[in-house]
């Protein structure tokens, strides 16, 4: 499967961003999604996962309560919305994608779980 990720851009602290991943060569409801942040010098992060069916999802403590990520089926697409950005929030976000297995917190927040990744966009958040 190739994952297109839009919607990076500079916004300033407090801001909301919406980020969205389209999905094409595979069946998209065959894949659980994720969304993954590096900032500069650190390693890939764990920020969201959401089930194929889109009835579970999991959040990095950094994204509870701010972030919200789902999915629709119907149009290839997985999308983060982003409110209440920090200057930490500062990274480069990529949407991932592996295969439906059991979705649990374990599979669903580890970087080496998943199969495909998109190209990345960055996101900005200015103080």
């Known amino acids: 499967v190739q994952l297109q990720a839009y919607g990076g851009g500079l916004v300033q602290a407090g801001g909301s961003l919406p980020l969205s991943c389209a999905a094409s060569?595979?069946?998209?409801?065959?894949?659980?999604m994720g969304w993954f942040r590096q900032a500069p010098g650190e390693e890939r992060e764990f920020v969201a996962a959401?089930?194929?069916?889109?009835?579970?999802?999991y959040y990095a403590d950094s994204a509870k309560g701010r972030f919200t990520i789902s999915r629709d089926n119907t149009k290839n697409t997985v999308y983060l919305q982003m409110n209440s950005l920090k200057p930490e929030d500062t990274a480069v976000y990529y949407c991932a994608a592996k295969l439906r297995a059991k979705f649990n917190e374990r599979t669903a927040t580890m970087r080496v779980e998943y199969d495909y990744w998109g190209q990345g966009t960055l996101v900005t958040v200015s103080s």
């Open positions: 060569g595979r069946t998209f409801s065959w894949y659980e």
């Open positions: 959401i089930s194929w069916s889109g009835a579970s999802t």
